[in-house]
């Protein structure tokens, strides 16, 4: 997921072509989710925090494991949650990242 915050670079080489990177971040399908967008392989959505929406992309896999990315605070976060049971409690991709950013954004 850093290759998307960096473009495609990796300790100053590029490793993915930035063309492909781009292209991966526009939305190619309606999901039929309120501000869930999908490009190739990630969820595109906003994270609202401090008064703005920022871009934000996921991976989402199986019993609430994600892999977040918010490029303007260079940040990616990993949540390895382990809910695989439909019901049971869950915070949530929003309050996940909401949380997040309440702890370590200034």
């Known amino acids: 997921m850093e290759l998307f915050l960096t473009h495609g670079d990796w300790e100053g080489k590029r490793i993915v072509p930035a063309d492909w990177i781009r292209e ?5 399908r309606s999901t ?33 494991q994600w892999i977040i990315a918010i490029p303007h605070y260079d940040l990616v976060i990993v949540v390895t949650g382990w809910n ?3 019901g049971e409690p869950s915070l949530g991709l929003f309050t996940t990242t ?9």
């Open 24 to 28: 991966s971040l526009v939305p190619g």
């Open 32 to 64: 039929g989710r309120l501000g869930m967008k999908y490009g190739y392989c990630l969820w595109l959505t906003s994270s609202f925090w401090d008064f703005h929406f920022h871009k934000t992309y996921v991976a989402a896999g199986f019993g609430d």
């Open 84 to 86: 695989l049971r439909p």
């Open 98 to 106: 909401r949380r997040v950013l309440d702890s370590i954004v200034q």
